[in-house]
């Protein structure tokens, strides 16, 4: 090929025709499987398919356990616009994510440690924009180390959320998560198009859904969840279901937040932009909403006339709206076992408890009645069971918390052809600024070598969006030092292979900057300002 090059460099004009076409891909998983990922030769492990997929793609994961790469149970997305579609049958002909069970966990017999690892099972890094969750069970349990009275250790258990993500535009559905010595779901939550929608976030440690990061302007819907047994963790506080940070808008309805340590909504930081409709409450030991008002003070709801006033005037309670939140009995059936001690640890200090439903509930679990406290602190933390999840916690008659007889989205991932291109064998230095002609290049075909240098910060929004491209150093070959004039900037949309590409052969840059590496892009003339007065939107980088 370097010979080829040359020869080229003594012709006028070369074409290279290339059809160029933005292929999203459906890529299939299923456990056991040992093929390529498509639908008749599944991949056998999620964390394959995550590290294969591009931006726009579709992974549909049929039922089983996956404990991800090293047994680990860390799934990291790294791309944007990527889907994750949980609860196929084996052969992907139907979705039911309630009763096909896609887990996510740490191997039970895993025997590294947690150096390196991220916090969440599910995790975010880079540029994860648009990240769609759907059909997944995350459970912490096996990240967890317990007594041998089943007590949860403080020393020794993974403190850390299920699922964490810090780019714009993050839905997760249909999920159960449970089980983290931590926190739930934890973002930093921007854009407007955020959603936790039918989803089970149970016995967890200081928060359920935190809302906390959330920047400003963005919007959180949290709807359907059932959020519930949420603990206090020793030294750190917590015991709520929602966490509303002090910017963007959270918006909550109907929701089921039940027992919890303390009380059920937490917006401490006084966001009037918070939403409050259709919610239930059930067991709030702390009370069902704690709020800072407008000259300070932290103040709570916890009584049934309140939260009715509430209802009415929801200005008065830092809210921007609220409407038929209220206090009921869930027709629910938690484990007999776990309900057992948890129930025996929360009467321990009864707070704002109502003993008598306690009762209830115990007796129709076969329980005998607890009339007062047990020994709250020989109960603590026990993992709730996956099995008794569903139907067990799904709240019967009610329009409140998570629906599992719903019609469930089957997903398929949308491609989009570009134009053909003829791109055109260039020398680098044929871009240099004294070159005629350059002012004419828009979005001009054209390939040849250059050198990889680092992330620059350089933005000419009618060549690439910032939000949807990375802008690098395109060096003259031969070139090492990053503060040389001698470069283009060159675009690379995130999530494609042209990135992938670029994050492979940069981490052998000193082999290839030499001589320079082969991309295909679109050249776009900047200003002469610069030494090589052209952008480049790299479609391609290749060695051969």
Known sequence: MEKRIKMFSFILIIFIFLVVTICAADLFVREGASGNGSKDNPYGNLWKAMDKALRGDVIHVAKGTYYGKGDSGAFIVRIPNLTMAGGYSPDFSSRDPFNNLTVLMRSPDYKGDNTGLPNGVISGTDDHSNLVVDGFVLDGRTRNKYKTTGDISDSGSFSGQLFEASSPNIKIKNCILLNPFGVGIYCKWEGAENEVNNTFVLNTFYTGISTRSAQNNSVILIKNCTVGFVWNQTGKGGGTSVFVGSGGQTIMENNLFMFNQMFAV???????????????????????????????????????????????????????????????????????????????????????????????????????????????????????????????????????????????????????????????????????????????????????????????????????????????????????????????????????????????????????????????????????????????????????
Request: hydrophobic residues 35%; charged residues 30%.
């Open 266 to 544: 937490h917006n401490g930081f006084g966001n009037e932009d918070t939403v409050m409709k259709n919610n239930l409450f059930y067991q709030c030991q702390g009370g069902y909403y704690k709020y800072m008002d407008d000259d300070g003070k932290n103040l709570l709801v916890w009584q049934a006339d309140e939260l009715e006033d509430m209802n009415d005037d929801p200005e008065f309670y830092m809210l921007f709206e609220a409407e038929g939140n209220s206090d009921a009995v869930p027709k629910l059936k938690p484990d007999k076992e776990y309900f057992e001690k948890f129930s025996n640890f929360i009467a321990a200090e009864p707070g704002k408890l109502v003993m008598n439903e306690i009762n209830e509930w115990r007796k129709s679990l076969g329980l005998p009645l607890q009339a007062e406290g047990g020994k709250g602190p020989a109960n603590y933390g026990h993992a709730y069971p996956l099995k008794a999840v569903v139907p067990n916690l799904v709240a019967s008659g009610l329009k409140t918390g998570v629906n599992t007889g719903i019609n469930f989205i089957t997903y398929k991932s949308e491609s989009a052809s570009e134009e053909d291109y003829a791109f055109e064998e260039k020398e680098f230095d044929s871009f240099k600024r004294e070159v005629s002609g350059l002012k004419e290049f828009k979005a001009k075909p054209v390939m040849f070598k250059a050198g990889l240098g680092p992330d620059k910060v350089r933005w000419f929004e009618h060549i690439a969006v910032k939000n949807d491209y990375r802008c690098v150093m395109l060096l003259r070959p031969g070139e090492a030092d990053e503060y040389t004039r001698n470069f283009m900037l060159g675009y690379i949309l995130k999530g494609s292979e042209a990135e992938k590409a670029w994050d492979k052969y940069y981490k052998k840059k000193d082999r290839y900057n030499k001589d320079g590496i082969l991309m295909k892009g679109l050249a776009y003339y900047l200003d002469d300002s610069y030494t090589y007065p052209l952008a480049i939107v790299v479609k391609e980088i290749f060695t051969k």
